[in-house]
């Protein structure tokens, strides 16, 4: 039993368009983080939120904790193809990150 | 400062054979992670050091699987008698400290291919 789902697990759009990635859960989190991971690398941090409800915008990117601190998306405004990976959210438990399924993104020219 | 740094980068080993990863924290990190992620899926943890704390093995797929942290910086993951089900990327992250807040910085893995 995956305890963090993403959905979707794939996405190809052309650039320009919008997207969101949802990450859920059925267990409360102290915090949240999203993290992007290319070919041949580990994954970097975006963001982590914290408060429920909280919403952090980083350029294009924007992220949201559920207000139940259960769940949380990523919205991506006019993709450009250098926002091509795998994104990941992340939930603290038990002071374990614990890793959802990821989503993976491929934004044509 | 260096990042994580983990070796080697790839291994192809035979089944049944045991294999060695090895991580270098960030100096000074004193949280250490190891995750397996296969075909560039989700991150499955599998391990969790925190100084000097006993460390949470309860990620580990079978006892084939073990690890340790020695002084307190370099890890190394070990699994014996290998299975091609254990083929995989193995990360390692590190952390300042295990707060809810600290992020994890990664090495770039081990690719291991058991044949």
């Known amino acids: 039993t995956q305890l963090l789902e993403q959905s979707p697990q794939f996405l190809s759009i052309q650039e320009g368009e919008n997207l969101t990635v949802y990450c859920n859960s059925s267990?409360?989190?102290?915090?949240l983080q999203w993290y992007r991971q290319e070919p041949g690398e580990g994954p970097v941090l975006l963001v982590t939120?914290?408060?429920?409800?909280e919403v952090k915008k980083l350029k294009r990117l924007t992220f949201q904790f559920g207000d139940a601190r259960k769940d949380s998306s990523l919205h991506i405004t006019a993709a450009q193809p250098g926002d091509t990976g795998l994104y990941l959210c992340a939930g603290d438990k038990s002071d374990k990150l614990i890793f959802g399924t990821g989503t993976r993104l491929q934004v044509f020219p | 400062g260096a990042g994580v740094s983990q070796s080697p980068s790839n291994k192809v080993t035979e089944k049944g054979k045991d294999v060695e990863l090895r991580c270098d924290p960030i100096?000074?990190?004193?949280?250490l992670y190891w995750y397996r992620q296969s075909l560039g899926q989700g991150l499955e943890f599998l391990i969790y050091?925190?100084?000097?704390?006993?460390?949470?093995k309860s990620g580990l797929p079978s006892d084939r699987f073990s690890a340790e942290r020695t002084g307190g910086s370099v890890s190394t993951l070990t699994i014996q008698r290998t299975q091609q089900e254990d083929s995989a990327v193995y990360l390692c992250?590190?952390?300042?400290?295990?707060?809810?807040?600290?992020?994890?910085?990664f090495g770039n893995g081990t690719r291991l291919t058991v044949t």
């Open positions: 050091f925190q100084g000097n704390s006993a460390p949470d």
């Open positions: 100096s000074g990190h004193t949280a």
């Open positions: 992250a590190s952390s300042l400290e295990r707060q809810h807040n600290s992020p994890l910085h």
């Open positions: 939120v914290v408060t429920g409800g």
């Open positions: 267990s409360v989190f102290s915090s």
